[in-house]
């Protein structure tokens, strides 16, 4: 698929924009599975992959690189666990930690038509709310997340393939040479 990442500073309007783009291949968990993502972002070029539990986050132009566990960078940025978390939650989850309401139907870019939700954290939290998007397959296809602050970030996710065959070997990144490996 294809996403786009909006990022909006409430502060300083349109001038307070940023947007970035890339691609996104995912295997979802099953059975005995383990999930797989990778992030492919192009400016600025980052790529992210993700198997288990386990991600490694490479930003080639800053010679960076960024290992860990998913379980553990959850429990010391709540700017990873917080807004986003509710996209791998269970029906029982989500009702325990959000109130949610129905919007509305509505069609986003692309033409695809939704069931908007609003999902509001029942605990304090850095942000206020989370929209989200989910198509007639229940599958989630924008999400919005607003900061206390109004500020948001918006991610679409576009041309999506369903059920098609992936190339395992994609999901294996290369640190290249002279990036330092950062371990959290």
């Given amino acids: ?18 947007t970035t783009q890339g691609t996104v291949n995912y295997i979802p968990t099953s059975g005995k599975r383990l999930r797989y993502i990778r992030v492919d972002w192009v400016k600025p070029a ?3 992959i993700i198997v288990g539990d386990e991600y490694l986050i490479v930003r080639p132009t800053l010679s960076q690189a960024y290992k860990g566990n998913t379980n553990t960078a959850t429990k010391q940025n709540s700017k990873v666990a917080g807004p986003l978390a509710f996209l791998s939650m269970s029906k029982e989850q989500l009702k325990a930690n959000y109130s949610i309401i129905f919007v509305a139907e509505e069609q986003i870019a692309g033409g695809v038509r ?8 029942k ?6 709310q ?3 998007w989910v ?5 989630p296809r924008q999400a919005r997340v607003t900061a206390a602050n ?14 098609v065959k992936i190339d395992a070997s994609i999901f294996s990144l290369k640190v290249p040479d ?3 490996v950062i371990k959290s």
């Fill in 46 to 48: 980052e790529n992210m």
């Fill in 150 to 163: 109004n500020d948001t970030t918006t991610i679409l996710l576009t041309n999506i393939s369903k059920n």
């Fill in 123 to 128: 605990a304090a939290d850095k942000y206020k």
């Fill in 130 to 132: 989370a929209d989200l």
């Fill in 178 to 180: 002279g990036v330092k």
């Fill in 114 to 121: 939704t069931w908007h939700l609003q999902l509001t954290p």
């Fill in 135 to 139: 198509d007639g397959d229940g599958m």
């Fill in 1 to 18: 698929t294809n996403i786009t990442m909006v990022k909006a500073d409430s502060a300083l309007g349109d001038a307070g924009t940023d």
